[in-house]
């Protein structure tokens, strides 16, 4: 079974450009999370989707961040404009069906790194 | 809020020895799940182990063992037969029981542990 997919792996962009990056989740899993894990800190939750709707997004800076899973598959979150404290690794998780509760196991991708100069 | 702790940022273990990593949180909910992921340097988050709130019993998994004290709200890792591949960033994070809502994961900030030969 294929595990959750990230793309790019590093990306190294100049404060107030924009960046997006894609998520692809396990085959079947309604629910997608996207964290932003900051050097020395745990991930912190940025938004999660069941399906293609919005379940939390209470800590997404939504001022500049923005994030989508139209078809209710795959995933893009971006950041527009970036600064410099967005310099962070951010990880795309899935699981089958956070209604089942939190029993759920999320699954990791790799995790994209971003470093804005 | 929900908030987990982890006061040791960096531990170490000789090969084939045992290490505890320690954890507490802090929570008004009955029905919750606190869990061990793993991130070596590839930054891919890895479940070590998973601990239900409402089972008294210690969850195992191989070397892998906790000391869940509820009311004293601890959730400890202990590692035994320590191997190489086992250094990497430790996380203690909490989630709550139910479905129907956000279930996220809550991190703490995490143990490095180095594993010495």
């Known amino acids: 079974e294929a595990g959750v997919a990230q793309s790019p792996r590093y990306k190294i962009i100049e404060k107030r450009q924009s960046v997006a990056f894609w998520c692809n989740p396990i085959s079947g899993h309604a629910t997608l999370y996207w964290y932003q894990q900051i050097l020395g800190q745990g991930p912190k939750l940025l938004i999660q989707?069941?399906?293609?709707?919005?379940?939390?997004d209470s800590q997404l800076p939504k001022d500049r961040f923005s994030a989508e899973r139209l078809k209710g598959v795959d995933s893009t979150l971006k950041i527009q404009p970036a600064k410099l404290e967005d310099s962070a690794v951010y990880l795309c998780a899935s699981s089958l069906d956070h209604l089942r509760g939190g029993r759920e196991t999320q699954y990791f991708g790799p995790g994209t790194r971003l470093l804005v100069l | 809020a929900q908030t987990v702790t982890q006061s040791q940022p960096e531990m170490s273990v000789q090969e084939a020895e045992t290490v505890t990593l320690s954890c507490t949180y802090d929570?008004?909910?009955?029905?919750?799940?606190l869990f061990w992921y793993k991130q070596p340097p590839s930054r891919q988050m890895i479940l070590v182990i998973r601990q239900e709130a409402y089972k008294q019993q210690n969850a195992t998994e191989n070397r892998f063992s906790v000391n869940f004290q509820k009311a004293a709200k601890s959730f400890s890792l202990k590692i035994s037969d320590s191997q190489l591949g086992d250094a990497a960033m430790y996380f203690c994070?909490?989630?709550?029981?139910?479905?129907?809502?956000?279930?996220?994961?809550?991190f703490g900030t995490g143990t490095l542990l180095a594993v010495q030969p």
């Open positions: 994070a909490y989630r709550r029981g139910y479905g129907g809502a956000t279930n996220k994961l809550i």
């Open positions: 989707f069941q399906n293609n709707g919005v379940v939390d």
């Open positions: 929570t008004s909910e009955s029905d919750y799940y």
